[in-house]
């Protein structure tokens, strides 16, 4: 069975019209797996291995404890590290889809929105782009973007919060 394009995005477009929170479905070679909570994981799918927990080392009788490697940093996942934390009256910005996320309307263009500036309810701030169909996202409120939370071009999930606004 030859799947197309267009029949994964009437797929897509199937799930987000539905009231369903998740679906799977596999034909051949190819999986999908879509989910309204974005910490789901495709069934069957195995997390990875836990980091190994630094043991203390052993003292041999009469010398001193050998000093152990302090253990890396942790580095954080998101791709963009807040400036300041978000306040609790700021409003979060979602992703309506999954997607890719891009800041400006063409790669070299000036982004929609920076840090700080003013925005109304109906300003373009990001796209979100799945199989070559994108979807402008606007900011829904006026105000003043305060934080960017995701790097551009970067792969996003349906619910992650992109931007913090603080309303006007």
């Keep these: 069975m030859t799947i197309k394009p267009q029949d994964i995005d009437a797929l897509i477009q199937l799930f987000e019209a539905s009231d369903w929170d998740e679906l799977s479905l596999k034909i051949d070679d190819l999986e999908i797996f879509l989910s309204t909570d974005p910490k789901a994981r495709k069934p069957g799918a195995v997390p990875g291995p836990a980091p190994p927990t630094p043991q203390p080392a052993a003292a041999v009788p009469g010398q001193a404890a050998a000093a152990t490697a302090a253990p890396a940093p942790i580095v954080p996942t998101s791709p963009v590290a807040p400036t300041n934390a978000p306040q609790p009256h700021w409003v979060k910005v979602t992703a309506p889809n999954l997607g890719t996320f891009y800041r400006a309307p063409k790669p070299g263009s000036p982004s929609f929105v920076e840090i700080g500036q003013a925005v109304d309810v109906d300003t373009e701030i990001c796209l979100i782009e799945v199989m070559k169909l994108f979807t402008t996202l606007k900011s829904g409120?006026?105000?003043?973007v305060r934080?960017?939370?995701v790097q551009d071009a970067a792969m996003v999930e349906f619910g992650e919060v992109l931007f913090y606004i603080e309303p006007a």
């Design 141 to 144: 409120v006026k105000g003043f």
């Design 147 to 149: 934080q960017c939370c």
